[in-house]
């Protein structure tokens, strides 16, 4: 079952930064400019909202299994649709529909986990989006690779149609139910009762963050090739995900500390953000990338982690939640910082990412004192 979700993730991964490297070379093929690019990469994104919005509580009531089957069976439809598309039209509808099913099998893939491993699936939480990163820094390798060498973007989406497809016979032929029990001094993953103002308080964390990280992703290299004038610009990224990888492992076997890695990874993704975008020096800027990504990766396991502690047992609706943010947050910045760099600069656009960062220092420091306070209030009682 982890092999089966892990690969679910690492598909997710893969198609996520596999995309933002081929937005240059799909934007020339439909003789888009910067904004209209923001515009197109915030399409998946506002699919991204959307799905959970729509899905979410539906994973709790008709099971996991069932969901994943419906949207690995749209993904591989999809995907071989882009293969054959030829208009900006149904490029966008079709990418929509790969962002309803990329998100919801990123989380329902993360409740599901969580679910069948009650015991151990906060650290396999840490797996699992490390999985995610591991997908998102080959595909930026892959695809800056084959397209310096004349291959066409539209082989991305049919690696994702036929994995989606295979993926999908795993999944129908294995049972969906817990490989752990709960013993005795053991604590289970997901307990308590629903707390909803702890759930948004992580939405609105996640909200800034990836709203952060889809900016800086999909135009971090236009801003090296054209405003530093680096070569091999497509390797930052892989350098910003491979990061991540060890950084989300880490993340879950120190799950108990969330709240405080939380912190840390906000104060350090900012100042290496105004590094970065302060730095006139190419070679620079791609080193800096590395560290960044380091602080970047604590940031989604830590929040996953702590929601369980709010969700009550409603580990896709909670998680759908967080999901829902991430893609409004993600789509809205995506969009404003196509236009920002149209009108402004790529320069100006990567620092307005960098100041913008910040809101999720203030946000862990919200969520240390909702912490603190609950405590105060299990006291009382």
Same mark, same amino acid.
């Given at each position: 079952m982890c092999g089966i979700l892990f690969l679910a993730v690492f598909m997710n991964g893969f198609e996520a930064a596999g995309y933002q490297t081929c937005l240059g070379s799909i934007g020339k093929d439909f003789a888009l400019n910067e904004a209209g690019m923001g515009m197109l990469a915030s399409v998946q994104l506002i699919a991204g909202l959307i799905a959970p919005l729509a899905f979410g509580p539906l994973a709790d009531?008709?099971?996991?299994?069932?969901?994943?089957?419906?949207?690995l069976a749209i993904e591989a439809a999809a995907g071989a649709g882009l293969v054959f598309c030829t208009g900006y039209r149904?490029?966008?509808?079709?990418?929509?529909?790969?962002g309803l099913c990329v998100s919801t099998i990123q989380y329902v893939s993360i409740a599901a986990l969580a679910d069948l491993f009650p015991v151990s699936g906060s650290r396999k939480i840490g797996w699992i989006t490390g999985f995610y990163s591991f997908g998102a820094v080959t595909a930026p390798l892959a695809c800056g690779y084959g397209l310096e060498h004349g291959t066409s973007w539209k082989i991305l989406f049919g690696v994702l149609s036929i994995t989606a497809a295979a993926e999908l016979a795993a999944v129908l032929f294995f049972r969906f139910s817990p490989r752990?029990?709960?013993? #005795?001094?053991?604590k289970q993953v997901s307990g308590g009762k629903w707390m909803l103002s702890g759930i948004l308080l992580l939405c609105a964390v996640m909200f800034v963050y990836v709203g952060y990280e889809n900016g800086?992703?999909?135009?971090?290299?236009?801003?090296?090739?054209?405003?530093?004038?680096?070569d091999h610009a497509y390797i930052a990224l892989s350098l910003f995900w491979l990061a991540m990888i060890p950084s989300r492992i880490l993340?879950?076997?120190?799950?108990?500390? #969330?709240r405080q890695i939380l912190?840390?990874?906000?104060?350090g993704a900012a100042v290496l953000s105004f590094a970065i975008g302060t730095t006139g020096n190419g070679a620079a800027a791609i080193a800096l990338c590395l560290p960044l990504g380091f602080f970047c990766?604590?940031?989604y396991p830590s929040v996953l982690t702590r929601s369980l502690d709010f969700a009550g047992g409603k580990t896709a609706t909670a998680t759908g939640m967080i999901t829902a943010a991430t893609g409004l947050g993600g789509a809205s910045v995506t969009a404003l910082t196509g236009v920002l760099?149209?009108?402004?600069?790529?320069?100006?656009?990567?620092?307005s990412l960098a100041g913008f960062s910040v809101a999720d220092i203030v946000l862990a420091l919200l969520l240390l004192a909702y912490r603190s306070n609950n405590k105060k209030e299990a006291c009382c009682k």
């Open positions: 009531r008709l099971g996991k299994k069932q969901m994943l089957a419906a949207f149904i490029f966008a509808a079709g990418i929509f529909l790969i752990e029990s709960q013993m #005795n001094g053991e800086f992703a999909f135009f971090i290299t236009p801003y090296l090739t054209d405003t530093l004038k680096a993340c879950g076997y120190f799950s108990h500390r #969330n912190l840390a990874a906000s104060l990766g604590a940031v760099s149209q009108q402004a600069g790529l320069k100006p656009a990567m620092l």
